[in-house]
């Protein structure tokens, strides 16, 4: 499965495209791509290259868990999703907002 | 130090406005991502994992009280309270927010700093050794000559889009402790037959995929052709580098396909069309320049020594601060002091703004207002007088900077790798902390020993010319760090072995473990380093050790 991933634009922030079409801070909420829906994804991405505030967009490799977890792949989007390993540091948050719309 | 004048002030208020106005534009759309993108890093600002990450120049190193102050309230004001000095004697910060860039130019400007040419295909900030100025082994202060480059090389019209990214090091000493060698451009200070001092020129050395030592091309230009042959340098490079693969586009490549004797020819042509232009540095000029480093006023001392023996009972950490932070100095009666960004599990260069303070407060106290970023991650205080070391380490002690780990095992270089780098395979940063934590104990035992991680084959870790060096890679998705020995950056320089297959990250202290075994049961002595040991035994008993 896929997710959406970018930054945002004034803060940096790692953003997921959610499933209201809102960008947001949480993997938890990203709307999931199965194999079947590459047109959609594709259009989706299309979407959000277009949108200004919205930076090095790509789709990820997700997994969820049993327990409904969304895991990204490669340990690079894990460290994105959930913050640097070292240093207690908190992810960064949105500027002003807690999503950015599409 | 230097000052700027008008030109300088003015140059970088202009830039800073420039910049300023470019992030307006793109805050409100005006400007595309692809347009921005060279800009936001002609300026040092680069997007990283979580955020985006600004680097900011520190000119050759060296940093005065105020400066040092800015840098903490920088911190402290738009970013996460801590800077993270690097191996190109910057300062990044990592989660500045876009629309604070502006501001926190402006408040560099306010101290005659910027982050011009910190990034792109330009001559970036030129390094050196970080005891300029004040070492007991220099022949003479590299930093005027360091400081002419910088001017001349800043903005350059004709090297602003050069095939790669170019780096120029310069060191005042027989002993290189700039890595002169692994730069594109490396220069030493030398002393021809009538006894005038000039530079040896090295070139096309480098780390990242290729790591290569460079070849020396002169054996000694004078100062006041200095500039020129750099030209005639920059000028072959940029004419004959290839600019159809980034991989190949830095000098070293050209200079190991076309071969040196074809270079150098190519670059005295040049340089005699250009030898006698503007480019020729009147004595003025250069003792115009010289004079804003002239040395401290240095008063007589009476204590000239330290005792080391007489604290190892009582106060141990101190006498291990004395016995490795300390570096001689030219003059009777005072010593450089290394503080240490390396404590024991800590993340390797990194400082809080009120350990800035502190150290700028120390500069300011101790060290004629002077302070220098090394290549390995450290600060120093370049002028201590012995009778204040005391002072200076208990303020130390006072702000957690007191590790007296200067050169051991857990001085670690290590770039900031997957945890905040865009570009990385592998973590750095844990590993670093890993093998801190875990040789703590020993580190005495083995003496001198450089350890070098990088989280790609960018090698900004340096991990080439490590003694021991370890480079993060990604194989199926997990991380696996790959370990040579026997990298040195000094003169002697030399690119490590790689040992055999990779290791996974919770392995790696002790497969360093194993050879360091190996070197304590081999060596000769006390005496003989890790890297004496490797050069005399090879690389068997280590990849014996550590893969049976
Ligand atoms: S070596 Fe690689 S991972 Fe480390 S800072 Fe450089 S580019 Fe990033």
Redesign the pocket.
């Known amino acids: 499965m896929n997710a959406i991933t970018a930054n945002e634009l004034i803060s940096g922030a790692v953003v997921y495209l959610y499933e209201n079409g809102d960008f947001g801070v949480d993997l938890q909420k990203a709307k999931l791509f199965g194999a079947d829906e590459q047109a959609t994804q594709d259009a989706m991405l299309e979407k959000t290259l277009a949108n200004p505030r919205l930076v090095s967009v790509e789709p990820i490799a997700v997994e969820v868990s049993e327990t409904g977890t969304v895991w990204a792949n490669r340990l690079r989007e894990q460290i994105r999703a959930n913050g640097p390993t070292v240093g207690g540091f908190a992810r960064q948050t949105l500027e002003g907002a807690d999503h950015v719309s599409l | 130090m230097y000052r700027y004048d008008e030109f300088d002030a003015a140059f970088v208020r202009q830039r800073t406005e420039q910049f300023a106005h470019q992030v307006k534009r793109r805050l409100s759309g005006e400007l595309t991502e692809e347009q921005f993108r060279p800009l936001r890093l002609m300026n040092g600002l680069y997007l990283q994992l979580h955020a985006y990450m600004l680097r900011v120049a520190v000119p050759y190193g060296t940093l005065n009280s105020t400066q040092m102050r800015k840098l903490a309230h920088i911190a402290r004001t738009y970013d996460r309270g801590y800077g993270h000095f690097t191996t190109r004697q910057n300062i990044q910060y990592n989660w500045p927010k876009l629309k604070d860039v502006p501001a926190i130019l402006e408040e560099l400007a306010s101290v005659e700093m910027h982050a011009i040419q910190t990034s792109g295909n330009c001559i970036r900030n030129v390094t050196t050794d970080q005891f300029a100025g004040a070492a007991a082994d220099e022949i003479i202060d590299p930093r005027p000559v360091a400081e002419i480059i910088r001017q001349w090389s800043s903005l350059h019209p004709e090297f602003s889009y050069l095939p790669r990214k170019f780096k120029i090091a310069i060191t005042g000493a027989p002993q290189d402790r700039a890595a002169v060698k692994f730069h594109d451009i490396g220069l030493m200070a030398a002393t021809n037959d009538a006894g005038d001092v000039g530079w040896r020129v090295f070139v096309g050395g480098g780390l990242g995929r290729t790591p290569m030592v460079a070849k020396e091309i002169s054996d000694y230009v004078p100062h006041e052709y200095l500039l020129p042959y750099l030209e005639a340098i920059l000028r072959v490079y940029n004419m004959y580098g290839r600019r159809d693969n980034k991989y190949k586009a830095r000098i070293k490549i050209l200079v190991h396909e076309t071969g040196i004797e074809t270079i150098r020819e190519q670059v005295e042509a040049e340089f005699a069309e250009i030898k006698e232009g503007v480019l020729k540095l009147p004595q003025g000029e250069l003792t115009r320049i010289t004079e804003y480093f002239a040395a401290p006023n240095f008063e007589p001392q009476t204590e000239t020594k330290i005792d080391v023996a007489q604290f190892e009972a009582t106060d141990s950490a101190y006498a291990r601060f004395l016995k490795h932070n300390l570096h001689p100095h030219a003059k009777d009666g005072y010593v450089s002091v290394t503080i240490s960004l390396k404590p024991i599990g800590g993340v390797p260069g990194d400082a809080t703004d009120t350990q800035m303070e502190a150290v700028a407060d120390l500069a300011e106290q101790y060290s004629f207002d002077e302070l220098r970023v090394t290549h390995e991650q450290n600060l120093v205080l370049p002028h201590v007088a012995i009778k204040d070391v005391r002072a200076v380490y208990d303020a130390l002690v006072a702000n957690d900077l007191q590790e007296g780990n200067a050169g051991l095992i857990s001085d670690i270089i290590a770039?900031?790798?997957?945890d905040y780098?865009a570009?990385?395979?592998a973590r750095?940063i844990p590993i670093a902390q890993a093998i801190s934590e875990k040789f703590a104990d020993r580190e005495e035992e083995f003496g001198e020993l450089k350890l070098k991680i990088?989280?790609?084959?960018?090698?900004?870790?340096h991990h080439h010319v490590g003694h021991i060096g370890i480079l993060?890679v990604e194989k199926k998705g997990t991380e696996l760090y790959q370990i040579t020995v026997g990298g040195d950056a000094t003169e002697n320089a030399s690119v490590g072995t790689i040992l055999g297959r990779g290791v996974v990250p919770e392995e790696v202290p002790n497969a360093l473990e194993k050879l360091l075994d190996r070197y304590m049961a081999e060596r000769t002595g006390p005496e003989e380093s890790f890297l004496a040991a490797y050069r005399r035994l090879g690389d068997a008993p280590f990849k014996e050790a550590l893969y049976g």
């Open positions: 770039c900031p790798g997957l780098c570009l990385a395979n750095s990088s989280g790609c084959i960018n090698a900004c870790g993060g």
